[in-house]
């Protein structure tokens, strides 16, 4: 059972506030992915893609899901190397954590926005 939606990158940007405020276990994950982290003045993540899930179930998402996210995005690595998880409003040298199981996901981080090497 697939409990995310891929948003077609030529689709117009959905409104997503009136569906998830029927559904409070719903959020939108965006994932920078198949990038560089790099150190100049501060980190920064150059070269890579952006794409957005929405409609995702929070109440059975895992860290199992978002690696098959990222295997969907990216088909050349088999297994993702780190998944991160960005604070909004900081600069990546502060405000990257690891995600390292469900429980960082689902309890620390209900609207992530996530940043996969």
């Not at 995600?99 to 309890?107: A, F, G, M, P």
């Amino acid at each position: 059972m697939v409990i995310w939606n891929r948003r077609s990158r030529f689709s117009k940007e959905p409104n997503l506030q009136e569906e998830y405020r029927k559904y409070e276990n719903l959020c939108s994950f965006k994932i920078h992915h198949s990038g560089l982290f790099m150190k100049n003045r501060g980190v920064t993540y150059e070269y890579g893609a952006i794409d957005y899930y929405d409609y995702v179930d929070m109440d059975v998402f895992s860290i199992h899901e978002l690696a098959d996210m990222v295997r969907e995005l990216d088909n050349q690595h088999s297994e993702p190397i780190s998944f991160h998880f960005h604070i909004p409003g900081t600069q990546l040298d502060f405000g990257l954590l690891p995600l390292l199981t469900d429980v960082h996901i689902l309890v620390d981080f209900g609207r992530p926005m996530l940043l996969v090497p």
